[in-house]
Structures are given as structure tokens and as C-alpha cells.
């Protein structure tokens, strides 16, 4: 696997499902990480339960290098319960602002969604869709590990999981 566009240090945002991710998710981002190495000097997530919590343990676990800065929303049901680390000072937000607040804190989204295809109503993709308005790059964690550059036009093209 090839690291896509990490020029420099990087700020990372993170999204991803509450229903967690797939094995080969954590996997690809767990080696994402390990060659994108001191490029990437901290990470942000949403401290929910699922994705967030696991992309947590995976920073705590491997690269205690990495700063983390959590940033929880209003849903204190949906909040993981993770390691100490920083908290974003305005947060708690309401969860669809606090996800535009991780993409505009990032250089960088790191997005892993629960399937291949665009979903309505899915706060995953519509932190997706607001960093491909904003110009950010956007790397697409697919349920098989595959990583992607992607962007609103690329997701028009059929993903079927196989590239």
C-alpha cells in the first residue's frame, strides 16, 4: 500500500461508523499509519462509540506519538469511553457541527463507512461530502481495507468492493 498525499505533517480528521469497523478496516488503517509514520502528528475524532473508540485504540495502542484530540458531541449516550487525552475546548457540539468542526480542524479526512455506497442520512458521509466541498483530501477506508483518494465525482463510479 502506497500512502496517498501526505506531504509534511499532517493534521488527520477521522469518521466512521457507530456500528464499528470491519477487520480489514482496522487493519488498513493500522498500516496506513505505520508508513504514513511521523507524517501524521495528531489525529481527530468524535469520541463516539464504534469507529471513533477503535481508531482510538488503535492510536493509544501503536502510535502513542500521535496526539488525539476528541471532540464529543451533545449525545452524552453516544460518547465512547476512551484513554485521557485532549479535548477539543468547544466542544460538546451537536454531532453534525462537531463533525464539519473535525474536517475544518484537519488537513486531511480519514473516513471508513459501513459499506460501499453513499448512504442518506449517515452522519459518516455527510462529513465526507462536506470535506469534498471544502477542498479537503479525503481518503476512503473501504470495508474490504482498501484505502482511496476519492472524491464526490470518483463515488458516482461503481464500487462494488472489488476497486
Given amino acids: 500500500m502506497t500512502v496517498p498525499i501526505l506531504e509534511g505533517r499532517v493534521s488527520l480528521g477521522f469518521t466512521g461508523s457507530r456500528n464499528g469497523m470491519s477487520h480489514d478496516q482496522i487493519w488498513g488503517i493500522r498500516k496506513f499509519l505505520k508508513q504514513a509514520g511521523t507524517d501524521v502528528r495528531e489525529v481527530h475524532h468524535g469520541n463516539s462509540i464504534g469507529a471513533d473508540a477503535e481508531m482510538h485504540s488503535i492510536l493509544t495502542m501503536a502510535f502513542p506519538d500521535v496526539e488525539i484530540i476528541k471532540h464529543p458531541s451533545t449525545h452524552i449516550t453516544q460518547q465512547a469511553l476512551t484513554t485521557p487525552s485532549k479535548v477539543c475546548p468547544l466542544c460538546p457540539m451537536a454531532p453534525l457541527d462537531r463533525n ?11 473516513a471508513a ?3 460501499y455506497v453513499e448512504e442518506q442520512r449517515s452522519g459518516t458521509w455527510s462529513t465526507i461530502k462536506y470535506a469534498w466541498e471544502h477542498g ?4 476512503i477506508v473501504w470495508p474490504n481495507g482498501k484505502i482511496e ?6 463515488l458516482r463510479k461503481d464500487r462494488n468492493g472489488t476497486g
Fill in 149 to 154: 483518494q476519492l472524491d464526490g465525482d470518483d
Fill in 136 to 139: 479537503h483530501v479525503t481518503l
Fill in 113 to 115: 463507512p459501513k459499506g
Fill in 100 to 110: 464539519r468542526h473535525i474536517v475544518d480542524n484537519s488537513d486531511v479526512l480519514l
